[in-house]
């Protein structure tokens, strides 16, 4: 009976000291460490060499991952590419430690383009930058380019002439970025 009491005091501290170390932790983790299956992981040296870039392959915590402490020592930039938006945050690799630098993570929002029953819809949101200058080409020849200012959100819908059939591409350069997509007639 005595062996069954201090067993069960035995899982009743170790419970409470899980749980106690479990809340510290997550209180510290910024919602960048917590991606989902299917984005996209750059990291790249600060001289601007890719040192990997891939599909993340499981939901969780990217340091758990990934682990950075096995670069070699320096500072490093992590981008996380979502459905909408990029993150981006430095960390510092010495001696094995790893350290997210503050106020080094930022948010840059990607244009969404579609197209559809002839239309071109472009819309981008604001909030990290107040321009984008759009290019479309038919067949490869620039038929019309246009810069784009706003506030909050960034918009614009092109009108296509349904009777000129071929292959499209939209080009969006915002942020230093260029995204482009591909669409048929």
Do not use: C, W
Not at 139 to 151: P, Y
Request: net charge negative.
């Amino acid at each position: 009976m005595k062996t069954l009491i201090k067993s069960i005091m035995v899982v009743a501290v170790m419970l409470g000291t899980y749980t106690s170390y479990a809340s510290e932790t997550l209180k510290d983790l910024s919602t960048f460490k917590f991606v989902s299956e299917g984005h996209n992981l750059s990291v790249t040296d600060d001289s601007g060499k890719v040192i990997f870039s891939g599909r993340i392959k499981h939901n969780g915590n990217l340091v758990r991952l990934f682990d950075f402490s096995q670069l070699n020592n320096g500072t490093y930039t992590v981008e996380i590419s979502k459905d909408f938006e990029i993150e981006v945050v430095e960390l510092q690799v010495e001696n094995k430690e790893v350290k997210i630098l503050d106020n080094t993570q930022t948010k840059i929002y990607k244009p969404v383009i579609r197209s559809e029953e002839g239309l071109l819809i472009v819309s981008k949101i604001g909030l990290d930058t107040n321009e984008m200058k759009v290019e479309l080409y038919f067949e490869d020849e620039l038929i019309h380019t246009e810069n784009v200012e706003g506030k909050d959100v960034l918009n614009r819908v092109y009108k296509l002439d349904k009777s000129v059939t071929g292959d499209y591409t939209a080009v969006i350069r915002s942020n230093g970025r260029v995204y482009t997509k591909n669409f048929s007639i």
